[in-house]
């Protein structure tokens, strides 16, 4: 983090879909020119402009133009702010420029990527020069993965308070949801899936629950592709399809932290299935919404999501914990998600160091309180 930043944040691609949802929580919640400084960023400075109107910010919002075929823009962006938020994506076709110039400088940096196989190409890149330069690189900072990386984190300090110590394992089952996809989000999925039609090595890096511990490799996990009975919730559950990345994510954090939860940790997500409710994202069929299009404002608003967690201690006993969200998952809750984050690493983490981290291992319980006062999120004990 650079202290003598101009900016606490930058939003950059503020003039799409998401990252104006991004300006306007922070417009909203802190105003301009106040206690938190930051800027709104992207390629075209009319564009911006008519975002800053439309989500009723205040004419002397600070505008930044930077563009990310333009290393230079890159550079002098990150040399003005203390943190970056970019939701300009997909990341692996527009990212690394981007996270390459917070690492050496030293700016922190917030996205909300899913995309695997860039990610882990981020850890390899870039999290030496990031330790080196003290710049915090946090991936999957939205619904990917906050509410399940630290729904596990939650349910394990819940079990050290009722059990008297962590669980070797922890199962995430989506009980309800309801959202909609952008065409921001369907643009990633499609750039991943070409990547692996490139280079099919790719796959394994996919489907690899450890792939993005590099040097750690823990027991074989359940592979939550197939229909089955809990007998933990009684109930039915089915696949999840953000289980691919959260489960991975979800054992980076147990690594980065120091193994709190055991180097023998098992942890599954799947959602279960009721018929007739809201369990799916919707519009994930062919002819969906195209870049910068997503969920209006009343589908967002009526959006909700709501995950619960059970921690199983070796002895049979049990913590059951919910992590639940106000808005559609990946944009209402989402976009609260990743600014308050940013402020959370910014004003309330100085101590954490430099490198790629996930959110939850960098601000641990302090996201959980920051998340529950200002973006809507709830952690509850069951």
Known sequence: MNPQAEFDIIVYGASGYTG?????????????????KWAMAGRSAGK???????????????????????????????????????????????????????????????????EVNWMAKVIADHDAAAKRSGARICLSCGFDSIPFELGVFFAEETAKQQLGGPVPRVKGRVRAIRGGLSGGTAASGAATMAAVQKDPSLFAVLTDPFSLTPGFRGPEQPRGDKPEHDPDLGADVGPFMMAMINTKN????????????????????????????????TALGQGGPKPGEGPTKDEREAGFFDI???????DGRKVRVAVKGDRDPGYGSTSKMIAEAALCLIGECPQTPGGVWTPGAAMGGKLVERLQKNAGLSFEVE
Not at 308 to 314: I, K, W
């Open 250 to 281: 979800v054992h980076r954090s147990n690594a980065l932290m120091g193994h709190p939860y055991g180097r023998d940790f098992v942890y599954d997500e799947m959602a279960i299935v009721v018929p007739g409710a809201p369990t799916e994202f």
């Open 48 to 114: 911006l402009a008519k975002v800053r109107d439309e989500i009723g910010a205040p004419a002397e919002t600070p505008l930044v133009i930077a563009d990310a075929d333009d290393p230079a823009s890159l550079g002098a962006m990150v040399g003005r702010a203390k943190a970056i938020i970019t939701t300009v994506g997909p990341y692996q076709l527009y990212g690394d420029a981007l996270v390459a110039a917070c690492a050496a400088a030293g700016t922190d940096y917030l996205d909300l990527c899913g």
């Open 20 to 36: 104006r949802l991004v300006a306007e929580h922070l417009a909203r919640r802190y105003g301009v020119g106040g206690a938190v």
């Open 308 to 314: 619960v967690f059970v921690g199983l201690a070796a």
